[in-house]
């Protein structure tokens, strides 16, 4: 008998895990969602990570805590580094930005691997993407790559043969590739988040904001979200 195959889709509640997410679920998976409440001083992600997981139908979401304050290293997880506003979208490629958060997905992965390997799962599903500027060395395929090895040698399951397989279905798309992909498969928009800011509406003004807002643009559709300001990109 044919059993559905488990998928866990690690899910911030931003635009690109969302997709992910939609995707593993058209595709058949039985998905379990993954979400890290890590003292990211944009914890508004984790409202849309609930309300996507609830959208997309998934079999179990869980939010683990693990506070990466305590190390900080990141305008994400020490309030007392300002985060990057209004710069244009040449400079964000230039150099890996402050809102890198060290070793975030490698601490992401193998959480998941874990939870993988507990339910049986074939496969993890992450967002990670190495176009747009994001410059982050952990979302790029060589560290994927790197990162299966580890997902094959450090398992029970992949020393018996049958390793568990990162999918990274967005790691060679542009960002208004993602936007199409996700209106594919009916992503809700509005309910993700991606500012790096924590007010009730995005800021409009963080290299985030102002990624998502040149996708949308450059796909001649509006952004569903509140901005704060919408400022010339």
């Known amino acids: 008998m044919m ?42 992600e984790l409202e849309a990570a609930i309300a996507i997981a609830s959208a997309a139908g998934v079999i179990q979401h869980q939010i683990l805590s693990l506070n990466l304050q305590l190390w900080g290293g990141s305008a994400l997880t020490d309030l007392t580094i300002d985060l990057p506003r209004d710069r244009n979208l040449a400079t964000m490629s230039q150099e890996i ?12 992965l193998s959480v998941a691997l874990a939870y993988a390997e507990a339910l049986g799962a074939q496969t993890v599903h992450i967002g990670v993407n190495a176009l747009d500027y994001s410059g982050y060395p952990d979302c ?9 090895e580890v997902y094959r040698l450090g398992t029970k399951q992949g020393r018996e043969g049958q390793p568990i397989e990162i999918v990274t279905p967005l790691i060679e798309l542009h960002k ?36 998502r807002l040149a996708a949308f643009a450059e796909l001649g559709l509006g952004d569903p979200l509140p901005y704060a300001v919408h400022p010339p990109l």
């Open 97 to 108: 930005p402050i809102t890198y958060v060290p070793a975030r997905n490698t601490i992401f």
């Open 3 to 44: 059993t559905t195959p488990k998928a866990v889709v690690l899910l911030s509640g931003g635009l690109d895990s969302s997709t992910v997410l939609f995707r593993a679920k058209a595709l058949g998976y039985a998905c379990y969602a993954l979400s890290f409440d890590y003292g990211q001083r944009h914890r508004r």
């Open 140 to 148: 790029r395929p060589d560290y994927i790559a790197a990162m299966q």
């Open 176 to 211: 208004k590739d993602i936007i199409r992909l996700g209106n594919e498969y009916g992503v809700p928009w509005e309910k993700t988040w991606s500012c790096y800011s924590d007010d009730q509406q995005a800021c409009g003004r963080c290299d985030a904001c102002r990624l």
